[in-house]
């Protein structure tokens, strides 16, 4: 298991039990499902749509992905290829404003709804999912 993933039960040595939530909800195919999802809101969102990449979305889509299966315990295989994460870094070419994050926050619901979660599972994706939306913010221009 992964050094810095998060662990939601341990026995009473501080092993983990259930492995990591990457695992317990799916690995790749659940997260995967997420960030495709998604993808299809952002797609048709005329102030999200020009910060991905037109000619490479299904870049975009693995980026992210790997990225959340690699926050969530599963493979390190996004920090092997691009490094440390640097959100915020990463971010700021974009005007992430107030808007964009609640139409991020929008597209990303519906992807968590339709995963079928269950409440505590979702919550605990939903919560990571919303404090990271804000945290992106880097502008109050319109």
Partial sequence: MA?????????SGGEPVGGSFWQQIGGRPTFERLVRRFYEGVADDEVLRPMYPEDDMEGAIQ??????????????????????????????????????RDRWLKH???????????????????????????????????
Avoid at 120 to 125: H, S, V
Wanted: overall charge negative; aromatic content about 10%.
């Fill in 3 to 11: 050094e810095d993933s998060l662990t939601l039960r341990s026995s």
């Fill in 63 to 100: 980026r992210l992905t790997g990225f959340l299966e690699q926050y969530w315990g599963g493979p390190t295989t996004y920090s092997q290829e691009r490094g440390h994460p640097r959100l915020r870094m990463r971010h700021m070419p974009f005007k992430v404003n107030p808007d964009a």
């Fill in 108 to 142: 990303m619901r519906v992807a968590v709804d339709d995963l079928g979660l269950s409440p505590m599972d979702e919550g605990m994706l939903w919560g990571y999912l919303e404090r990271a939306a804000h945290a992106m913010v880097n502008t109050f221009e319109e």
